[in-house]
């Protein structure tokens, strides 16, 4: 069970938009619509913002949005705003090994 | 509205067991994924396991044979178990208990715990 790949850190100006890459393979993001994205600051605990590739919970701000192709999960962030910057998380279903993980993406607002 | 509260001891000596109990308040606690979720210092996310309310459990195949989880409907009040056998160094983190009802998405946590295993 090998977590998925995300990129170290990512990082843009208020109000622009920004994407956070989620890489697996066709044994987890690429067969199953079960990825999810979490939001996690420092000292709180993490906080779902997408399920299911591109579902938005209640409560969670339209900037954020989900989308995915092929193996790849992608988080979008538009209008880029100070609070947003965070650790991000992709996580998958992965059948028999039922969980994974994202290594984590470090969001800095500049 | 369901919530989750972590407890445990916060330092467990190497080769010991750690021993988390994850306290869960509120209605409507059937047919939920109960899972504990766990951060190393500076590093992400890990999966260790679920028990559903049914009973079966699943496990991250890299602590399977260290890791139990169960449930306990005792004292009027519902909670769940961390036990993970013969901690290293390694096994240092703050621990998540979480829960989903579908879509394998984790919409309720706990505030973490952190367990430092240390002689």
């Known amino acids: 069970q090998s977590a998925l790949t995300q990129p170290a850190s990512v990082s843009g100006s208020p109000g622009q938009s920004i994407t956070i890459s989620c890489t697996g393979t066709s044994s987890d993001v690429g067969t199953y619509n079960l990825v999810s994205w979490y939001q996690h600051l420092p000292g709180k605990a993490p906080k779902l913002m997408i399920s299911e590739v591109s579902k938005r919970p209640s409560g969670v701000s339209n900037r954020f949005s989900g989308s995915k192709s092929g193996n790849t999960a992608s988080l979008t962030i538009s209008g880029l705003q100070a609070e947003d910057e965070a650790d991000y998380y992709c996580?998958?279903?992965?059948?028999?090994?039922?969980?994974?993980f994202g290594g984590g993406t470090k969001l800095t607002v500049l | 509205q369901v919530q989750l509260q972590e407890s445990g001891p916060g330092l467990v000596k190497p080769s010991e067991t750690l021993s988390l109990t994850c306290t869960v308040s509120?209605?409507?606690?059937?047919?939920?994924?109960w899972s504990w979720i766990r951060q190393p210092p500076g590093k992400a996310l890990e999966w260790i396991g679920y028990i559903y309310h049914s009973g079966s459990t699943k496990y991250n195949p890299s602590l399977k044979s260290r890791v139990t989880i169960s449930v306990d409907r005792s004292k009027n009040q519902f909670s769940f178990s961390l036990i993970l056998s013969s901690v290293t160094a390694a096994d240092t983190a703050v621990y998540y208990c979480?829960?989903?009802?579908?879509?394998?998405?984790?919409?309720?946590w706990g505030h973490g715990t952190m367990v430092t295993v240390s002689s």
């Open positions: 979480a829960a989903y009802s579908s879509g394998l998405s984790f919409d309720i």
């Open positions: 996580c998958s279903y992965a059948g028999s090994s039922p969980v994974v």
């Open positions: 509120g209605d409507s606690i059937s047919s939920y994924y």
